[in-house]
């Protein structure tokens, strides 16, 4: 009962994502963003209640939940749209959070088994940090992909690709703490650790492309919008 | 021609085409390690070489991403030293054109940079040098330290999430009551989960796995009368202590600290020239 009420919560969200994408692409901007934040409000509640799966309210729950990282991607775009109503382009990644928030509905809901490894704030931290990162990295790619079609600024992908650097690379400090903590080491040969490090040596030469003068706006815009696939590679096939 | 060399060596261009090498040799990795967890897990416990002669040559056709990422990761931090330098030899001589915090700004990427490199080496002292053992233990037990230290498991306390919830019956924490005996005497510590024990230059963790059932055969049997074999059903998870030495530990913690500190003022920096200009 408890969770088809939070799907609906969920269902609902998705539905304001889609109206918002729709209301901009026919230029209806306060419509849009109105439909927007209901959607994201709809979201954060379900987002929370994940936390409440188990019988007992777990943080970790929440941000393990794979709902989270679409409404951090939903965050980051309400933030910034907010911040800079010229750039549609921002209103247009909208499509980023409906389309994972559509995989979270469709993945059933299950408590990941909390060991004692597990129960640490550094733990919590470090999905807070990195699924953030991957949000901001998925809307940079969408970002990037519509400044090639003309539709959004240089500015805009690149300021997110940072951000989510600058996070990801605290998710990685605060994982090696943890890893260290529970199973004595800084880093550990097995596929979550190598993939995670592909990914942030991916973006940390990104962040080098602006030093080589054959790398234009457009080469690094394509660059970024690469790393989309990536990224969708290591979260769901490796 | 030396300075040909050296050019190159000192690429940015270099750097690209090195940093996409690792991640592709990341990537695969990660789709080897998937393929055989096992295998790869291994790594964690033992010197890299030790694992690679002894594991990992058997059976290069899964292994040889990793000599491959280690030879391309020590191009990359000579290319990264290369870099560094240059940038420092062309700021050098311009320091006297400028006011001392700004020099410092604009020599702190080839500093934090440097610190990486540095940070990296203390990776592979941990790879190559790291002294790690994994004991189980039940109370009662008793383990003698690679470092001489005896420790005796007096009692391991469960402690399990409440009745009330989904997840009774499931291991939330533990604790182990150790009487330890070293050179500086006798002493009872508490070790929990996730709050590692100091004792010298090692470190004490948990660790926790289900137990398995165990199939007992009689002693020299040449034949298998299952009729005779006893099993006995898992009673309860089956607890480690793991001591673990690690030599690129302080190197890593110390130099992450210093770039933390570093990066921070650069930004600071940055963004108060930003906003004056």
């Not at chain 1, 379900?46 to 729950?61: K, M």
């Not at chain 1, 807070?128 to 790619?141: D, K, L």
């Not at chain 2, 006297?96 to 990486?116: E, G, K, T, Y």
Request: aromatic share 14%; with cysteine.
């Amino acid at each position: 009962m408890f969770n088809s009420y939070c799907s609906c919560l969920l269902a609902a969200a998705i539905t304001g994502y889609a109206v918002s994408l729709a209301l901009h692409v026919l230029k209806l901007s306060k419509a849009g963003d109105a439909a927007l934040c209901l959607g994201f409000l709809l979201h954060t509640g379900y987002t929370v209640s994940a936390g409440h799966l188990p019988g007992i309210f777990l943080a970790l729950q929440v941000f393990e939940d794979p709902s989270y990282m679409p409404w951090a991607a939903s965050l980051v775009i309400c933030v910034n749209r907010f911040r800079d109503r010229s750039d549609e382009g921002w209103s247009l990644a909208v499509v980023v959070p409906l389309v994972f928030a559509i995989v979270a509905l469709l993945t059933p809901r299950s408590m990941s088994y909390f060991g004692p490894n597990k129960l640490t704030a550094w733990a919590t931290f470090y999905f807070v940090t990195e699924f953030f990162s991957h949000a901001s990295f998925f809307v940079g790619a969408v970002l990037a992909a519509l400044f090639l079609a003309g539709k959004a600024r240089e500015g805009s992908y690149h300021r997110c690709l940072v951000w989510g650097f600058v996070a990801y690379t605290v998710s990685h400090v605060v994982g090696s703490i943890w890893c260290f903590l529970g199973w004595a080491a800084t880093f550990q040969w097995v596929h979550v650790h190598l993939k995670a490090a592909a990914l942030w040596v991916f973006y940390a030469n990104y962040l080098h492309l602006r030093y080589l003068p054959s790398w234009n706006e457009r080469n690094r815009a394509w660059y970024a919008a690469a790393g989309a696939i990536l990224l969708a590679a290591c979260r769901y096939a490796i | 021609m030396m300075l040909k060399i050296w050019k190159f060596i000192a690429d940015l261009r270099l750097t690209f085409w090195l940093l996409l090498a690792v991640i592709a040799l990341l990537v695969t990795g990660a789709l080897y390690s998937k393929a055989d967890y096992h295998l790869f897990e291994r790594i964690n416990y033992m010197p890299v070489s030790t694992w690679f002669r002894t594991l990992g040559l058997p059976v290069l056709a899964k292994s040889w991403w990793v000599p491959a990422l280690f030879t391309v990761m020590t191009l990359l931090a000579v290319n990264t030293v290369a870099c560094a330098v240059e940038r420092l030899r062309a700021l050098w001589p311009r320091r006297r054109d400028m006011a001392a915090p700004r020099f410092l700004v604009l020599m702190a990427p080839s500093i934090i940079h440097l610190l990486f490199v540095t940070i990296m080496g203390g990776h592979l002292l941990t790879f190559e040098w790291i002294e790690y053992r994994r004991y189980a233990v039940d109370p009662g037990s008793s383990i003698e330290l690679p470092d001489g230290n005896l420790v005796v498991v007096k009692d391991i306390r469960m402690e399990n999430y409440p009745e009330t919830t989904y997840l009774k019956d499931r291991l939330r924490n533990a604790r182990y009551i150790l009487e330890i005996t070293g050179s500086g005497g006798i002493s009872e510590r508490a070790l929990v989960f996730l709050e590692p024990l100091r004792i010298g230059r090692a470190f004490l963790h948990t660790d926790v796995t289900k137990r398995t059932a165990g199939v007992m055969a009689e002693k020299g049997a040449t034949v298998c009368n299952r009729a005779e074999v006893k099993s006995f059903p898992s009673s309860g998870p089956q607890f480690y202590i793991v001591y673990s030495r690690d030599p690129g530990l302080p190197v890593i913690v110390s130099l992450l600290v210093v770039i933390c500190i570093v990066m921070t003022w650069f930004y600071v920096m940055t963004m108060r020239r930003v906003k004056e200009a």
